[in-house]
């Protein structure tokens, strides 16, 4: 009886030496290395536990000390390097509201009236004197009048939203991307093509690989259509030179 709890107080005392031997924690093994112990990695250093660690990667500060208390934070990813021809989706939404209203009154009055009381004449003996009038004293009287009144009133609403595939054309040195999409489609008689242009940071673009268009600088859409409804819909020649001549 003696014998076996000799042996079972020998087990339970060589596992918690072992646990003790096993632990991989960084303050502990800091705690227990002598002051005079070699720095680690240096020749002639003993090859512990603390010294065999890989290094641990980069993080700052503030991530460092978040980490310490939350048991969700996630460090930041690095930045995403961009290369010319990689594709990025845009996401079109472009709203315009345009409202505009004015009037014109314009109005013109002449009035000229004038008579002649006197009139010089040359006679017979080469002389020169005034004219007497028989039939009364010539004279004029002009008057006009002009009045134009105009309005005009404008309301204008623009939505176009789809989703197009760019691709870089060109990396700026300050990480700006030079963007490019073109996309052509067909249907029936119809052909149709969008063309867009822009520049967008590299860090507007989303983890899903997509940027919006609002945040792309000098935006430049361009949609052309031919076919049989825009050859209906397309005004002529003759009405185009009256529109320039502007007659009325």
């Known amino acids: 009886?003696?014998?076996?709890?000799?042996?079972?107080?020998?087990?339970?005392g060589a596992a918690v030496s072992s646990s003790a031997a096993q632990s991989s924690s960084m303050w502990r093994a800091t705690a227990d290395a002598p002051a005079h112990a070699p720095v680690p990695g240096a020749p002639g250093a003993s090859q512990d536990a603390f010294a065999s660690m890989p290094p641990g990667p980069k993080v700052n500060a503030a991530t460092r000390a978040i980490e310490a208390v939350s048991l969700i934070a996630i460090p930041s990813l690095p930045q995403r390097r961009f290369r010319v021809n990689d594709l990025i989706t845009i996401i079109v939404r472009q709203q315009k509201e345009?409202?505009?209203?004015?009037?014109?009154?314009?109005?013109?009055?002449?009035?000229?009236?004038?008579?002649?009381?006197?009139?010089?004449?040359?006679?017979?003996?080469?002389?020169?004197?005034?004219?007497?009038?028989?039939?009364?004293?010539?004279?004029?009287?002009?008057?006009f009048e002009n009045e134009l009144k105009s309005r005009s009133r404008a309301d204008r609403t623009d939505t176009f939203t789809t989703r197009l595939q760019a691709r870089v054309i060109d990396v700026k040195p300050n990480g700006n991307l030079v963007l490019e999409a073109r996309v052509r489609g067909t249907h029936d008689e119809e052909q149709w093509t969008i063309t867009l242009t822009g520049v967008c940071r590299s860090e507007d673009v989303t983890p899903d690989n997509s940027v919006l268009s609002t945040q792309i600088a000098e935006l430049a859409i361009e949609e052309t259509n031919q076919g049989a409804v825009r050859d209906g819909t397309r005004r002529g020649w003759v009405p185009k030179v009256v529109d320039w001549l502007r007659p009325f």
């Open 98 to 143: 345009h409202r505009a209203d004015g009037r014109l009154d314009s109005k013109k009055e002449w009035d000229i009236n004038g008579k002649l009381s006197e009139w010089f004449r040359f006679y017979e003996d080469h002389r020169v004197g005034s004219n007497t009038f028989r039939h009364g004293e010539p004279g004029f009287d002009f008057e």
């Open 1 to 12: 009886m003696f014998h076996r709890w000799v042996l079972m107080v020998w087990i339970v």
